[in-house]
């Protein structure tokens, strides 16, 4: 799939906004929403559902053209096992029952991260959710679900291996569009901007090589709380930044 660069940095109408290509979402905070209410994590996740409904929403609307949001970590398997069945869980209705909602508005679909460990009725949902949206052409939403950056880069290391071994390929012809190439975000441009709720400041394993010269912004709010003012100041702070990519001049990416 191939991304216009000429809808790089678009202004949202009547704010002056730049738009990033790609907005990756580190969604933190739902535990701690929940207890400073008072409630069970399982509300706090519920809730981060309601606000990724709103994050899609707003992304539409200001045409953002891709978002890729952290769901799931490889490390989130050391939670308990009730809570995993229940963000699993999660994903399932999310998944079916915002699908037709999700189609009518031109929003392509692909569950990124390994399928290791999920039950075969998840697999199935999430295959069949990317076939029917695969020829959408707005919004590309892509849900890092059971994924960890180092071992995306493990996985693309090991094809590109499979690669040199089958004679398909020369270690000497080996350069860094070999390896985007065999990442789970092929053919997407990497993030401009990585996002981070609940005021927390690291990247924590997401998107590591394709966040090399992203935007990070963090802000205090915890997921369930993010709001379209919350997403306008993102903006806002986005457009102040001046990208030079390790150069001493900024570039117009």
């Not at 991260?113 to 919004?139: C, F, H, P, Y």
Request: charged share 25%; net charge neutral.
């Amino acid at each position: 799939m191939s991304i216009d660069p000429a809808i790089n940095h678009r202004p949202s109408p009547a704010l002056g906004l730049k738009i990033p290509r790609h907005i990756g979402v580190i969604m933190d905070g739902n535990g701690r929403w929940a207890k400073a209410r008072g409630k069970a994590r399982t509300e706090g996740h519920m809730e981060g559902v309601k606000a990724l409904r709103r994050l899609v929403e707003l992304c539409i609307s200001h045409e953002v053209p891709n978002l890729t949001v952290f769901s799931f970590s490889s490390e989130n398997w050391s939670r308990p096992k009730d809570e995993i069945n229940f963000i699993f869980g999660l994903l399932h209705r999310f998944v079916a029952s915002d699908l037709a909602t999700l189609m009518a508005n031109n929003v392509r679909i692909r569950i990124i991260g390994s399928r290791d460990g999920l039950e075969s009725s998840l697999v199935r949902l999430i295959d069949d959710v990317e076939a029917k949206t695969r020829d959408n052409t707005g919004l590309n939403l892509m849900v890092a679900f059971n994924y960890g950056g180092k071992a995306e880069i493990v996985v693309a290391t090991r094809h590109i291996a499979n690669e040199v071994a089958a004679g398909r390929l020369r270690p000497e012809d080996i350069t860094e569009a070999t390896v985007a190439a065999a990442l789970y975000t092929s053919g997407l441009p990497d993030p401009d901007l990585i996002l981070r709720t609940s005021g927390e400041q690291r990247v924590s394993n997401f998107l590591l090589w394709q966040g090399a010269y992203a935007e990070l912004v963090f802000v205090e709010e915890n997921w369930p709380d993010f709001s379209e003012a919350t997403f306008l100041a993102v903006l806002e702070e986005y457009t102040a930044r001046e990208r030079r990519f390790g150069g001493i001049e900024a570039k117009p990416r």
